[in-house]
């Protein structure tokens, strides 16, 4: 974990009694999710934690008995939205509709290190005719909004589904479209939205496209259609992800895998344990998370709704949260 990393950056130990709303909570349906994924979690501290948590144990009882709450705060306001898992319609095959490719990693593009930009992908042809198309999609806004939420499913014109997840990108840092166009004073802040941005690229497809363009990132696929349909996508933790209990987080902060108390506020306030068991390009920052909603088309409408304030609460194995309390003092 690398919380302390940032000068600015703070650590304040809290109690559970701190935590508005702890009481009522599903605690049990938390502790299902984090046994999803607690096998993967690395270091002595962690071994006789998911040993316990296997037994079957009281639920609630079971996070306050190895875990401490910790406020960690890096000077910016807490701030979440949502993600989801969309699903399109495609093709395996190039057509007149669907003319849009999802791309696989190519071989030579380094680890780690800038590639080319989507603008150079694009513009280029470089990825063109080489085999690395999965699927085909119809439309470039679609395309552009997976790479961004980093997995989905496509449906095929047989009924059949193919399932993609992230595998790997270009090297270069997410830039926010939605707020470019707020700079260029084409929306007010409180006017943008995924369908907002939607709407305008496909009335200026030209500008549109210029504009899908400004992000220099780009995200590369791999088909992982053998994960069961009745499970969510694999998120950073090649694990699923369940919808209302997953957040993306930002890993410099927040150890993936690690449960976190979310108090949302907003228009639909959340008061609920979730584990951090994903990452996204636009997460950064120690009071940044993404909520992940679902899959399909009512889950991205209610994920686009979310913009929201409120704190989040890393829970910490005793001995890491003991640490950060004796470092402070």
């Known amino acids: 974990m690398a919380t302390g990393a940032q000068a600015e950056t703070t650590s304040t130990v809290l109690d559970f009694k701190d935590l508005d709303g702890w009481a009522d909570d599903d605690h049990s349906a938390a502790l299902s ?19 316990y948590a ?44 669907y003319r849009y490719p999802l ?26 005719n080489r085999g690395l198309e999965i699927v085909w999609l119809s439309d470039p806004v679609d395309k552009f909004f997976l790479q961004i939420q980093g997995s989905g499913r496509v449906r095929l014109p047989d009924g059949k589904s193919v399932r993609v997840g992230y595998g790997g990108k270009n090297g270069h ?35 549109g496209a210029e504009l899908l363009r400004f992000n220099p990132s780009y995200v590369f696929f791999r088909e992982v259609s053998q994960v069961p349909s009745e499970l969510g996508p694999l998120g950073a933790m090649n694990r699923s992800i369940t919808a209302g209990r997953s957040i ?35 997460i950064k920052g120690a009071q940044r998370a993404d909520i992940f909603v679902g899959t399909g088309e009512d889950a991205g409408k209610a994920a686009g709704e979310i913009r929201d304030p409120g704190r989040m609460v890393v829970l910490l194995p005793l001995e890491q949260a003991f640490a950060l309390a004796e470092a402070v003092e």
């Not at 150890?255 to 636009?282: C, F, S």
């Open 103 to 128: 791309y696989r990693l190519p071989p030579e593009a380094p680890r780690g290190q800038a590639w080319y930009t989507r603008a150079q992908i694009e513009q280029s042809g470089v990825l063109s």
């Open 248 to 282: 993306a987080v930002d890993p410099a902060y927040t150890p993936l895998g690690a449960p976190v108390w979310i108090e949302k506020d907003g228009r639909n306030p959340l008061r609920k344990l979730v584990i951090a068991q994903d990452t996204g390009a636009a």
């Open 173 to 207: 840092p997410y830039r926010s479209i939605g707020n470019e166009l707020i700079r260029r004073g084409t929306f007010q802040p409180h006017q943008v939205s995924a369908q907002a941005i939607r709407n305008w690229v496909r009335r200026n497809p030209s500008a």
């Open 54 to 97: 296997r037994t079957d144990p009281d639920a609630r009882s079971f996070f306050e008995l190895f875990f401490r709450p910790v406020l960690i705060e890096d000077g910016d306001p807490m701030l979440f939205t949502g993600y989801f898992e969309p699903e399109l319609p495609g093709s395996r095959v190039r057509t007149s509709t």
């Open 33 to 51: 999710v984090f046994l999803d994924t607690c096998m993967d979690l690395d270091g002595p501290v962690w071994e006789p934690i998911c040993a």
